[in-house]
């Protein structure tokens, strides 16, 4: 009997972890010539997830939960899970069931038919802020433009991966794993599959500004290094530029032609544009050195507090 893994991150999803476990449970049950198991990855919640999780774990030895000591984020929640899970198949999914788990049945068929990893890209994004909407929009394009492999645009981390695949994904050792871009670098039988993204079932989104940036910088930063290309490129293009000024500045004297030039302003403009060039390259680049710096430190992505239904 071939085993199919669903890893569900969570973080302060109290309103909707119960609901989403029976959910996807009453779909495994149905496919009943599978096994199935569930990792719930508690991601340092402080309200009362854990309890909730614990309990279920209780009910329903199927289900294997993890606890991290605090918050990592969404993407070491998910490593962890795919780095636990046991079975032939892995589904990630979240919690907030904006992704129905009734497509579940329809995604292990095309995984039957030989492809490795199926991904789910949205055909319409339903409840979602105009914010959210443009800032997705802009991050899959700039990946797109900046990154060497193509990345397929509105999917989330919504997907089936086969074990082959999950184990190459596992032997990374890389940090900040952007998941998404990884699955699809790896290359085996990708398939998209169109659905739509439902509103969330209750609660309120746990990616804020801050962890959306943090996901689109890890999303650029590990799949291109063309920001600093383009770091280059504006040091090429300040240089061009004040040999355009000195020349000017050399013709002016010579000539007499500029009389009333007190200087102030050249020099201003030069002296701010310089320096915001600078400024902004160190940052790009210090970007790349803090990702480095973080590889070799070789901290563990997560810790985990607590395990039930792990022998
Ligand atoms: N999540 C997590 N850790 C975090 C933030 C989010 O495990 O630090 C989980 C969250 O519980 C949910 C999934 O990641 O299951 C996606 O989060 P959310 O639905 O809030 O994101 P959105 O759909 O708004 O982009
Ligand atoms: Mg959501």
Same mark, same amino acid.
């Given at each position: 009997?071939?085993?199919?893994?669903?890893?569900?991150?969570?973080?302060?999803?109290?309103?909707?972890?119960?609901?989403?476990?029976?959910?996807?449970?009453?779909?495994?049950? +149905?496919?009943?010539?599978?096994?199935?198991?569930?990792?719930? /990855?508690?991601?340092?919640?402080?309200?009362?997830?854990?309890?909730?999780?614990?309990?279920? %774990?209780?009910?329903?030895?199927?289900?294997?939960?993890?606890?991290?000591?605090?918050?990592?984020?969404?993407?070491? &929640?998910?490593?962890?899970?795919?780095?636990?899970?046991?079975?032939? %198949?892995? /589904?990630? #999914?979240? %919690?907030?069931?904006?992704?129905?788990?009734?497509?579940?049945?329809?995604?292990?068929?095309?995984?039957?038919?030989?492809?490795? *990893?199926?991904?789910?890209?949205?055909?319409?994004?339903?409840?979602?802020?105009?914010?959210?909407?443009?800032?997705?929009?802009?991050?899959?394009?700039?990946?797109?433009?900046?990154?060497?492999?193509?990345?397929?645009?509105?999917?989330?981390? !919504?997907? @089936?991966?086969?074990?082959?695949?999950?184990? *190459?994904?596992?032997?990374?050792?890389?940090?900040?794993?952007? @998941?998404?871009?990884?699955?699809?670098?790896?290359? !085996?039988?990708?398939? %998209?599959?169109?659905?739509?993204?439902?509103?969330?079932?209750?609660?309120?989104?746990?990616?804020?500004?801050?962890?959306?940036?943090?996901?689109?910088?890890?999303?650029? /930063?590990?799949?291109?290094?063309?920001?600093?290309?383009? *770091?280059?490129?504006?040091?090429?293009?300040?240089?061009?530029?004040?040999?355009?000024?000195?020349?000017?500045?050399?013709?002016?004297?010579?000539?007499? @032609?500029?009389?009333?030039?007190?200087?102030?302003?050249?020099?201003?403009? +030069? #002296?701010?544009?310089?320096?915001? *060039?600078?400024? @902004?390259?160190?940052?790009?680049?210090?970007?790349?050195? &803090?990702?480095?710096?973080?590889?070799?430190?070789?901290?563990?992505?997560?810790? #985990?507090?607590?395990?039930?239904?792990?022998?």
């Amino acid at each position: 009997m071939k085993k199919i893994s669903i890893i569900i991150p969570m973080y302060n999803e109290e309103e909707v972890a119960k609901t989403s476990y029976l959910r996807i449970k009453k779909v495994m049950e +149905a496919l009943n010539q599978y096994d199935y198991e569930m990792l719930l /990855i508690d991601d340092g919640s402080s309200d009362h997830t854990m309890d909730l999780l614990t309990q279920i %774990a209780k009910e329903n030895p199927k289900v294997k939960v993890l606890s991290f000591a605090r918050n990592f984020g969404h993407q070491s &929640a998910v490593t962890a899970g795919i780095q636990y899970a046991t079975g032939d %198949a892995v /589904i990630i #999914i979240d %919690a907030d069931l904006q992704d129905p788990p009734e497509l579940l049945p329809e995604m292990i068929a095309l995984w039957e038919q030989g492809n490795e *990893v199926i991904y789910g890209q949205r055909k319409a994004r339903k409840g979602e802020s105009a914010f959210k909407l443009l800032t997705a929009k802009m991050f899959y394009r700039t990946l797109n433009a900046l990154s060497d492999v193509e990345i397929p645009k509105d999917t989330g981390d !919504f997907r @089936l991966v086969d074990r082959k695949v999950i184990d *190459v994904v596992n032997a990374m050792p890389e940090h900040n794993k952007f @998941l998404r871009g990884l699955f699809s670098w790896v290359g !085996f039988r990708q398939k %998209a599959y169109l659905y739509e993204r439902q509103e969330r079932y209750a609660g309120k989104t746990k990616y804020p500004f801050k962890k959306m940036w943090k996901l689109a910088s890890d999303g650029i /930063i590990s799949f291109s290094t063309k920001p600093l290309k383009i *770091v280059g490129g504006l040091g090429i293009l300040t240089i061009i530029l004040s040999i355009g000024i000195l020349v000017y500045s050399l013709i002016s004297y010579l000539f007499n @032609l500029n009389q009333l030039t007190p200087g102030w302003t050249s020099i201003m403009v +030069a #002296i701010t544009l310089f320096s915001g *060039v600078q400024l @902004l390259s160190i940052w790009i680049i210090s970007e790349y050195i &803090a990702r480095i710096y973080d590889e070799t430190r070789n901290r563990p992505e997560y810790i #985990i507090a607590k395990k039930i239904n792990f022998e």
